[in-house]
């Protein structure tokens, strides 16, 4: 769920506890949750904001950006501090950067670093060392994006888009006075890898945007209760079945001042995605799919005109597609772009010509590409990270374009992300396995050579941890494998009984079990290991990262492929001889939340205790594009909805749960629960209700620690 997707990575983000007790101390949750008093002193030292310079490796240290070492025989080294720019710049006093908390470097490709203020946004040179941009700024500037080429400046105010050259210029894109007019913002709720609004062409001469109109969507009530007299706070969330909002591209010259939409015709009720631009600037790239989300078609518009110029090719699926890359031109051929696509099956690559004829398929297998880093400097070779080596990490890879030949690069096990420099002579691997806290290093690509340059320590040396197991198990089929995560007790005993707690999440664009650190156990997974309980995950179909059939099972019918994958963990727990089979609890947030009732209602003779976090309880409450895209609409799928429905399903309730929202959710609203309460109050069932006032979809800051302080009590209430 990538509306739930980008909200709920947050909740699972691997958690790097450091601090130093004694045995029989445990580990609180103010050093495991976000937001705790003492969490942020104890995570893994890896290095911070890793990025870079050309093909210097950069990263932040105290007041100084740091170059990496790319052999054993060189040593860090300082490419600037905080005080060399200020000596350098020209600024004043009160302008002068305190930190490098809002310095940023531009691209791999650019000397330049942006330093943002509340009065001003400053490029600063950090080759010819001299400032050579000066923006105006004020705190309310949104959605800045940088030409590392024109050294343009584009940003949003509002609803609309402006555009400030680097002598200080400033040109008003859009003047849209229509609150129900969005411009140069992330359109279709982040959905089809959309998180921008805003697509500088290759030399930075042209910005394309998104318009969307909004006008047409009911406004959704949010109440803002913080004021003497609670305010409404008015949204625009269109739902499954319902009128969806309308968008278009436009082209802005700053040369010209002028704007130019493309006539990508109608229906208007359709996904305008992967925005990219021709080498030479003169098409632009879209990949437009139609609300029922079940049709393709990559075409290309003239950026002069606007006018259609070529239908590439159309990609279909009887359940959904979901593009979610944007063409990628070859390094050394404008004529010819990689596409990625699941059409055999799982994400892999294939090659084109502008024509739209297909070359060639450049990967293929049993796995998916996760994503594509670049080229190297002639542009023969590509690099890429996928699933081949298994289901549960990423590896590296060097492929020659035109001879096929592959090489991996990532040496050891476990998760692995990559950045590639601006000429593919290097890659940055950044990589933690289950007993791996975390390495960093430096790969030569045309010797595949590695220096690991950090190795971050043990943060539990002096702890003793929960064991945690990594296994899987075959769901209900007999042959698909699901992967799972057990986390035992501290000071395990396999002579004693312990209460269980399944943690799901179990939705798309969700992977809790990999060969990361911990196996990607979380903060408060150790926590409940420390207090007697044992934690168990598993990732059921519908999940990612194992080819379309194995998360498209679930179309239509969300929740119960989920629901039996679940149960087929849960046989697993039966069987172990210290699993109380008769204390066994359920959490999840957001899907994971949805997942929670589905366990507690469709099988109340398991599930004794439950806590559902931001759950959606019907999906015909959810938004169009996740909601349609995985369901049809109600219209088109009724007897879909009526089954998935756990409003509909209230009255199962046997054990205890309690629900929990923040009033001010925009993205499974707060009438999920409520209706789930209307139908439990029907028909006698006793649900718990918390809110949490002035939140959204997650609570932050030292709010997290209460919410985890709260579902742990519920579960020492009613579980152990």
């Known amino acids: 769920m990538k509306s739930f997707g980008s909200l709920f990575f947050l909740l699972i983000s691997i958690l790097f506890p450091m601090k130093s007790y004694s045995q029989e101390i445990p580990l609180s949750l103010e050093d495991l949750i976000p937001g705790g008093k003492t969490y942020s002193k104890y995570r893994a030292e890896m290095p911070r904001r890793v990025s870079w310079a050309g093909d210097k490796l950069t990263y932040v240290k105290g007041d100084s950006i740091m170059i990496a070492p790319n052999t054993e025989k060189e040593t860090a080294q300082v490419l600037l501090t905080v005080k060399d720019i200020n000596a350098n710049s020209g600024l004043g006093e009160g302008e002068s950067v305190k930190s490098l908390t809002y310095v940023q470097f531009v691209s791999p490709e650019s000397n330049n670093l942006m330093i943002v203020s509340p009065e001003k946004i400053y490029l600063y040179d950090f080759v010819n060392k001299k400032l050579s941009g000066t923006f105006s700024s004020t705190e309310k500037m949104e959605n800045h994006d940088l030409s590392d080429k024109s050294n343009n400046l584009a940003y949003t105010l509002e609803n609309n888009l402006f ?38 062409s290759p030399k930075g001469n042209l910005l394309a945007f998104y318009r969307m109109d909004e006008t047409m969507v009911t406004d959704y009530p949010l109440v803002d209760i913080s004021t003497r007299i609670a305010q409404l706070k008015n949204i625009k969330y269109p739902m499954a079945g319902m009128k969806s909002h309308h968008v278009t591209v436009g082209v802005f010259n700053p040369a010209t001042h002028e704007t130019v939409f493309l006539k990508t015709g109608t229906p208007k009720e359709k996904y305008l995605t992967n925005i990219s631009w021709s080498p030479d600037e003169k098409s632009v790239y879209i990949a437009e799919v139609n609300r029922g989300q079940d049709t393709c078609v990559l075409r290309s518009y003239d950026a002069l005109t606007g006018k259609l110029q070529t239908t590439l090719f159309t990609e279909t699926h009887p359940k959904y597609v979901e593009p979610e890359n944007p063409v990628l031109f070859l390094k050394n051929d404008p004529n010819k772009f990689i596409w990625q696509s699941e059409r055999d099956g799982h994400n892999h690559l294939y090659l084109y010509d502008t024509s739209g004829k297909l070359l060639k398929q450049i990967t293929t297998g049993n796995w998916d590409v996760t994503s594509v880093l670049g080229f190297d400097e002639k542009g023969e070779a590509i690099f890429y990270v996928s699933t081949e080596e298994s289901p549960i990490e990423r590896h590296i890879y060097k492929l020659n374009l035109k001879t096929g030949k592959r090489e991996k690069l990532s040496k050891e096990e476990g998760v692995h992300n990559a950045m590639l420099s601006a000429t593919g002579k290097y890659v940055c691997d950044i990589y933690t396995s289950q007993n791996n806290p ?45 992967y799972y995560r057990i986390v035992k007790p501290l000071n395990f005993d396999p002579n004693k009984k312990y209460p269980v707690i399944v943690y799901v999440y179990g939705g798309p664009h969700s992977q809790l079990v990999d060969n990361s650190w911990l196996g990607q156990a979380r903060g408060w997974d150790v926590y409940m290991a420390e207090k007697g309980y044992i934690v168990f995950t598993i990732d059921n179909r519908g999940t990612s990262y194992r080819g379309i059939d194995f998360e498209n099972i679930t179309h239509r019918r969300l929740g119960v492929i989920e629901t039996q994958d679940q149960m087929a963990g849960v046989e697993y727990l039966k069987s172990l001889p210290y699993v109380d089979a008769d204390r066994i609890g359920v959490h999840g947030w957001s899907f994971g939340g949805f997942m929670t009732l589905n366990l507690m209602l469709r099988h109340p003779e398991t599930f004794k205790v439950g806590v559902a976090g931001g759950p959606v309880t019907d999906w015909k409450y959810y938004e169009v594009m996740y909601g349609e895209r995985y369901m049809d609409s109600p219209q088109e799928n009724p007897e879909g909805y009526k089954e998935t429905s756990m409003v509909a399903g209230a009255g199962d309730l046997k054990g205890r749960l309690m629900l929990i929202h923040g009033d001010e959710d925009p993205t499974v609203v707060m009438q999920q629960s409520l209706q789930f309460l209307n139908s439990a109050i029907k028909k006698g069932t006793h649900p718990d209700f918390f809110i949490y006032p002035g939140h959204g979809h997650n609570m932050i800051g030292c709010d997290r620690v209460h919410l985890h302080e709260h579902i742990t009590r519920y579960f020492d209430d009613f579980l152990k």
């Open 163 to 200: 555009v400030q050259t680097p002598d200080g210029k400033k040109y008003d894109v859009t003047s849209d006075t229509d609150k129900g007019i969005v411009n140069g913002q992330s359109v279709h709720r982040n959905e089809f890898g959309i998180n921008k609004g805003t697509f500088w």
């Open 438 to 482: 975390g390495k960093a290093g430096v790969t030569e690509t045309k010797t595949n050579k590695t220096y690991i340059f950090h190795t971050a320590k043990n943060p539990y040396k002096n702890v003793e941890l929960p064991e945690i197991t990594l296994g899987s198990l075959k769901a209900n089929d007999n042959s698909t494998d699901l």
